[in-house]
């Protein structure tokens, strides 16, 4: 699956707002879908590089020979999903801003992680 169509079939998530493909060593999205006024995604996925920096330097910090499934930020209104690609395939990470009235995180998570699995970067 390519990058556009990736980034619809996440924005086909129930209660989706936005998403992006993000370069965490850059900082850089290579794409991204929805977002609007109220969320910019390019500045939202540049800030949670730091994120996903920060957590890989835990694990490294903890000697926890583990890999981060996803990282889920919860705020008052939305919920933030940030998937890492796996192992091998760059240094990216899918991120989703999903409305939490309208979204289910269950089913959001299982999407991301299909999506993520069959993302060809």
Not at 80 to 105: V, W
């Amino acid at each position: 699956m390519n990058i556009d169509s990736a980034l619809a079939e996440a924005m086909a998530i129930d209660g989706a707002l936005g998403v992006a493909l993000v370069d965490y060593e850059s900082g850089m999205s290579l794409g991204f879908a929805g977002g609007g006024q109220a969320l910019d995604l390019e500045v939202a996925g540049a800030a949670n590089t730091e994120v996903v920096r920060a957590k890989l330097r835990a694990l490294a910090a903890l000697s926890l020979d583990e890999t981060i499934e996803d990282i889920l930020i919860t705020l008052g209104g939305q919920y933030h999903l940030i998937r890492p690609l796996a192992s091998g395939r760059g240094p990216f990470f899918l991120y989703l801003a999903l409305d939490r009235s309208r979204g289910n995180l269950a089913l959001a998570r299982h999407g991301l992680k299909r999506i993520e699995a069959e993302l060809a970067v």
